[in-house]
């Protein structure tokens, strides 16, 4: 079974990259070129935590809601 970092990469490989941009204005093009940035923020979505730096210094995700 795949881990979430593979079935991003798996979506990302199977872009059709002669198509126009979707709904969220973003070309396919770009999302493959960023492939690896893509893969990071999806796991960060996902756990709720982000890696920041080389050292690998954590930090959390919270929302915040505005009235």
Do not use: A
Not at 8 to 16: E, I, P, Q, T
Not at 22 to 28: E, L
Not at 38 to 54: A, M
């Amino acid at each position: 079974m795949k881990n979430e970092g593979e079935q991003v990469r798996d979506h990302l490989r199977n872009l059709k990259l002669h198509k126009s941009m979707g709904r969220d204005m973003v070309h396919s093009r770009v999302l493959r070129e960023l492939e690896d940035e893509v893969v990071i923020y999806e796991k960060s979505w996902q756990s709720s935590e982000v890696r920041l730096g080389k050292g690998g210094k954590r930090g959390n995700i919270t929302s915040i809601l505005k009235g």
